[in-house]
């Protein structure tokens, strides 16, 4: 089994950054694509960024330029850095590695 545990949600401003963390524990040797979503209040969740084990990434067209997802293997963890953020982007996001989620973190954008 394996254990995703995000961080890094918070409040953030229009325009302004942040950088979201997925770390997994477990038995990890065998994730390959890791997966961002979101899900916002009242709206179907949506695929966010996507990477492989090799580093091939994937984008929703809503975040292209602005986001960015990465990985480190060794750690066992996946980045999203996001960018230029808007109010939009407010959601609840978790990490999934096509078997198991983890909780989600809350990443609000307000002035």
């Known amino acids: 089994q394996v254990q995703l545990v995000e961080s890094g949600g918070g409040l953030a401003q229009p325009g302004g950054s942040l950088k979201l963390s997925c770390a997994a524990s477990g038995k990890i040797f065998s994730i390959g694509v890791m997966e961002w979503y979101r899900q916002a209040p009242g709206k179907q969740r949506e695929l966010v960024a996507s990477?492989?084990?090799?580093?091939?990434?994937i984008y929703a067209d809503s975040v292209k330029g602005r986001f960015t997802i990465s990985r480190d293997n060794a750690k066992a963890t996946v980045y999203l850095h996001m960018n230029g953020l808007t109010p939009e982007d407010t959601a609840n996001y978790s990490c999934?590695?096509?078997?198991?989620w983890g909780q989600g973190t809350q990443v609000t954008v307000s002035s």
């Open positions: 999934y590695d096509g078997t198991y």
């Open positions: 990477i492989s084990r090799g580093g091939s990434t």
